[in-house]
């Protein structure tokens, strides 16, 4: 089972960077699929990004594709979001999850981090 800690989250203003970070202290990661989510203030939570166990392959929703990266490094453990372009709209806690079969549903997700905070404002 993993066990996911997300990091690299904060304030920041329109137009910039940010590249998120989720770890893993369990194991074993490169069983799993990964994905990102995110949960806008009073709203749903929402599929960003997910890949493959290899990382061989990604997917990234519609809303934020262009402007969003997936990656993952099974030698370390870590999954990545990278972050371009932020606008107020992104403003939202972040999360990352693992499953053993993928999807876009948050619901198929059954391993979640605590989810860290992005503020984008100017």
């Known amino acids: 089972q993993v066990q996911l800690v997300e990091s690299g989250g904060g304030l920041v203003q329109p137009g910039d960077s940010l590249r998120l970070s989720c770890a893993n202290s369990g194991g074993p990661f490169s069983q799993y699929v990964l994905a990102w989510f995110r949960r806008p203030p009073g709203k749903e939570r929402e599929f960003l990004a997910s890949?493959?166990?290899?990382?061989?392959?990604?997917y990234v929703a519609n809303s934020v594709e262009g402007r969003f990266t997936i990656s993952r490094d099974n030698d370390k453990n870590t999954l990545y979001l990278q972050m371009n372009n932020l606008t107020p709209e992104d403003t939202a806690v972040y999360f990352c999850?693992?499953?053993?079969?993928?999807?876009?549903?948050?619901?198929?997700?059954?391993?979640w981090g605590q989810g860290t905070q992005v503020t984008v404002s100017s």
């Open positions: 890949i493959s166990r290899t990382g061989g392959s990604s």
């Open positions: 999850a693992a499953n053993l079969r993928g999807g876009s549903q948050a619901n198929l997700y059954e391993n």
